[in-house]
C-alpha cells in the first residue's frame, strides 16, 4: 500500500502519533504570535542547539528563525522583517556555534557535492566560511545595515557545543 492509499512512511506516522499526546497535554490557546520577550533569533539549522533550552525560553517568547550557517540571507531577513513589522520584535539575535559544518567548506566543493547539473548551476551561495567570529561579525553587519530592518539591537553570539555555553562576538 502507498502512502496515497493510506499507509504512512514509518517516520511521519511516529511524528503524528507525537503531536496526538502533545496536544492532550497542552494548552497553548493563550499565546499570542507575537513573541512575549520582543526576540528574533538568526541561528543554525545544527540539530545540536535546542534554542529554548539553551536560553531558557519557552512557547511564544521569540521567533527562532533557521537556516545553514545562521546566515543573513534573504530569505531569513525577509522573515526578520515580518518578525520585526508584524509581530513587533524589537532585538536581534544572531547564534552562530562551533563544529558548524559550513565551516572550511569551499563552496565549489559543496556546489560538486550536488547531484544535479541543475543544483550545481542554480547560483545558490551556501555561506560558507573561514572564520567564526567574523562570520558572525558580517551577519550582524548585514542585518544592521539593511535598509528595511528597523534600528534595533542586533548582537552576535556563538554556542559553544563542546561545552554548552554561549559567548558575545559583537
Not at 8 to 13: F, Y
Not at 43 to 60: P, Q, W
Request: hydrophobic share 40%; proline share 3%.
Amino acid at each position: 500500500m502507498t502512502e496515497s492509499q493510506g499507509q504512512l512512511p514509518e517516520e511521519i506516522a511516529r511524528l503524528l502519533a507525537e503531536s496526538e499526546r502533545h496536544a492532550e497535554q497542552v494548552d497553548r490557546t493563550r499565546l499570542q504570535p507575537a513573541p512575549l520577550a520582543g526576540l528574533a533569533i538568526l541561528t543554525c539549522m545544527d540539530t545540536r542547539m535546542v534554542i529554548e533550552d539553551i536560553f531558557g525560553l519557552r512557547a511564544g517568547d521569540a521567533n527562532i528563525i533557521r537556516n545553514a550557517g545562521a546566515v543573513a540571507s534573504d530569505d531569513a531577513i525577509r522573515s526578520i522583517l515580518l518578525s520585526q513589522q508584524v509581530l513587533g520584535t524589537t532585538e536581534l539575535v544572531v547564534l552562530a556555534h562551533t563544529g558548524c559544518g559550513l565551516k572550511d567548506l569551499a563552496e565549489q566543493e559543496l556546489r560538486a557535492r550536488l547531484t544535479t547539473a541543475t543544483a550545481q548551476d542554480a547560483g545558490v551561495e551556501f555561506g560558507s566560511f573561514s572564520d567564526l567570529d567574523q562570520h558572525v561579525i558580517a551577519q550582524v553587519g548585514r542585518l544592521r545595515s539593511h535598509p528595511w530592518i528597523r534600528r534595533a539591537p542586533v548582537h552576535g553570539l556563538v554556542y559553544e557545543v563542546e561545552t554548552g555555553r554561549v559567548r558575545r562576538v559583537v
